[in-house]
């Protein structure tokens, strides 16, 4: 009988039965202001009923109400693992560890983070005792496969663990007290599913941020509760159209390490570009702002590139080429977070003396030998631009080549002559920065093998 007995299940809707329904659990709380969208609740689990969008899920919530949430701020159940408990921060660096416990400034105060060798978890601390620093522990594992930061106290799992040195500090410097809190939630991919055209009379204009190629950037709110800047373009300054367009792709682009587009206003003049807000301004100002405490604190300067890097090799495998990568289009957020601003502009703007070689604006210190004769761009002209980053980096944003003028630049370029390895520099790596100036765009490494490369230089010289 076709469909099958009835009152038995088909198999179709067998399929269906065992189709195994997906349940996540949010990470951060959402805020639904467009129709169509759902509110999430931080902790509280939603079934997913449409996943078939990357950054957009259509799910239930236990109310029996649907709507669309950003896939970002989920995890599916059964992959939860650590992400649930507040004190687990996943991929966040040594570095970042540290600045962001010496803020909290709380005698106790730690977090769990992975480890820069893959599988491994560290514990950070904060101490005030004998003076205010942090302390790295390796969560070790015993042949039974229990945890341990001390031989003598092992527990059957990480939470377990930390719950013990809550009450006992067993060997640390301090009992585990408090983890911080008011952690930044990431930006979603536009502001709701879908949504790329943004209405100007929900954007609430405040300060100006600075003001570069195209046009003044302010600070905004969108609808009254979300931070983002706006970049106001210049008319005239780039071929709207075809960026409009291109918008709709760029805001598909996520990852930690990119300054997430929003979306843009382009129904009427002056288009406005909607991104993310970073309250630290471009990587170059804050680089010269901070030499004195960045200088002396070379490993943060290394994780600054790292980061730069994971985002760059985000771009690389969606075969997106940036064209201006510089620490001027990085941007600095909460916590030490650096992002890479920016990617793509390039492409659109009319200028001829910023698009030609020859121009004036045309940031001939970052570019290649084969951009400068031909103009090919491709990943790996972003890769030469990207050793001049680090250089950027390690000079606390000193000008690549000095006041050397663009035409003797374009001569030593040509000759191989490169940059000299800066003061607070590791050899190790200024080596890599060598590799991505090599002559040749296919013997410069890969960002996803530069990035490799300096996580390991990272781990030897500064003993994660
Ligand atoms: P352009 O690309 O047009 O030259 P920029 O993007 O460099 O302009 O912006 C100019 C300045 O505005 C930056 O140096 C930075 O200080 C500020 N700014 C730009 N975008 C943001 C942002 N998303 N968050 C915070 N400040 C920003």
New binding site residues.
Partial sequence: MPGGTPGTPSSKTKDKIMMRTKVVVALYPFRAIEGGDLSLEKGAEYEVLDDSQEHWWKVKDEHGSIGYIPSNYVKEKELLGLQKYEWYVGDMSRQRAESLLKQEDKEGCFVVRNSSTKGLYTLSLYTKVPHPHVKHYHIKQNTRGEFYLSEKHCCGSIPDLVNYHRHNSGGLASRLKTSPCDRPVPPTAGLSHDKWEIDPAELHLLEE???????V?R?GKWRGSIDV?V?MMKEGTMSEDDFIEEAKVMTKLQHQNL?QLYGVCSKDRPIYIV?????H??LL?YLRRHEATLGANVGLLLDMCIQVCKGMAYLERHNYIHRDLAA??C?VGSENVVKV??FG?ARYVLDDQYTSSGGTKFPIKWAPPEVLNYTRFSSKSDVWAYGVLMWEVFTCGKMPYGRLKNTEVVERVQRGIILERPKACFKEVYEVMRKCWAHCPEVRPSFRVLKEQLISVSQGLLND
């Fill in positions: 941020l600075g003001s570069g190629q195209f046009g950037v600070r800047a970049k300054v991104t993310e807000y970073m309250r301004g471009s100002n001027r289009n941007l601003a920016d502009l």
